[in-house]
């Protein structure tokens, strides 16, 4: 069985590093648990801010030099 080989691994490692091994496996349980009880949300019906939100006209002009090149990693 894959726990036994686990535990039988475990006990191999020296003694200053269980700590280590217990760090991680905690870590990981713990993500697991998280992942079990998923939050359910429910949709946003379409227009909730409409009226409330105006793009201003330069939303659409170029972006200045060098700035389009800082997003894309250049």
């Known amino acids: ?3 036994e080989q686990l535990i039988e ?3 191999q490692i020296p003694n200053e590093k269980p700590a ?3 760090d ?3 870590y990981f ?3 697991l648990a998280q992942e079990k009880t ?3 949300r429910s949709p ?3 227009g909730l801010a409409k009226g409330r939100l105006q793009v201003p006209v ?4 170029p972006l200045p030099p060098g700035m389009a090149d800082a997003f894309e990693g250049r």
Not at 58 to 61: I, L, P, Q
């Open 1 to 3: 069985m894959l726990q």
């Open 44 to 46: 946003r019906p379409i």
């Open 9 to 11: 691994e475990i006990k």
């Open 58 to 61: 330069s939303f659409f002009e």
């Open 38 to 40: 998923p939050v359910v």
């Open 29 to 31: 349980r713990l993500g």
């Open 24 to 26: 991680l496996v905690h």
């Open 20 to 22: 280590e091994i217990y």
